[in-house]
């Protein structure tokens, strides 16, 4: 089955750095993959997602690239704030008619004001 | 919308006690799952319904059932709880792909 490796596990960056978190997938077949931030208390939410035919797909501050021939995809946050302070989540689905994810095992971002 | 929705937000049992978790989607969708998360492990699944009238195991499904009573609600039964079922139980809902995730419960067993 699919598994999912995420690092680092915890990320300390000062205020208005970069951010960047990384997973890899095992499972060729996967082609959805997913980005989830989690606060203090909260249930995960998406925050952005990318597709097995786009490289690259960027939302204001928030990108993500992937690379099928590694599965290997990554997070990129910038000029960090912080309330980007949170837990990340990567996952990796098939599109199966139900999009069953594997999780990686989360990343704890702390931005240092 | 209220979104996904979850009760009890807390729970306490003691080993051997039964419970079920609730959960409600009203964003009509067909998709629904239930989740556990313990530190440093990330979110495993434990059951998910495509649709209504069918569910399917997870990673694991051991010491739970699940029933899906209808489209909005999918239930998680704990039948003897055990201390390793301590953990925070999320459930989900999708449509055509995105996971919507409700606030959680935090359950313990002692």
């Known amino acids: 089955g699919e598994n999912v490796e995420q690092h680092p596990s915890t990320l300390s960056v000062q205020e208005g750095d970069s951010a960047v978190i990384k997973c890899t997938y095992s499972?060729?077949?996967?082609?959805?993959f997913p980005w989830y931030k989690q606060e203090l208390g909260k249930g995960p939410q998406l925050i952005i997602d990318?597709?097995?035919?786009?490289g690259e797909k960027k939302d204001q501050r928030i990108a993500v690239t992937l690379n099928k021939t590694a599965k290997h995809f990554s997070l990129h946050i910038t000029e960090t704030q912080p309330e980007d302070s949170a837990v990340y989540f990567c996952a990796a689905s098939q599109n199966s008619g139900t999009y069953k994810y594997i999780f990686g095992t989360g990343t704890r971002l702390k931005v240092l004001a | 919308n209220a979104g996904v929705t979850q009760t009890p937000k807390f729970q306490v049992l003691k080993t051997g006690q039964s419970m079920t978790l609730q959960c409600a989607q009203d964003m009509n969708h067909n998709s629904m799952y239930w989740y556990r998360q313990d530190p440093g492990m990330g979110l495993r699944l434990i059951y998910y319904?495509?649709?209504?009238?069918?569910?399917d195991k997870g990673e694991v499904p051991n010491g739970y059932n699940v029933s899906r009573l209808n489209k909005r609600e999918f239930s998680l039964r704990l039948e003897s709880a055990a201390p390793s079922q301590t953990s925070v139980y999320f459930c989900?809902?999708?449509?055509?792909?995105?996971?919507?995730f409700g606030p959680g419960t935090r359950l313990t067993v002692t």
């Open positions: 499972d060729s077949a996967s082609n959805y």
């Open positions: 990318i597709r097995s035919n786009v």
């Open positions: 319904s495509a649709s209504e009238g069918t569910t």
């Open positions: 989900a809902s999708s449509g055509v792909s995105e996971q919507y």
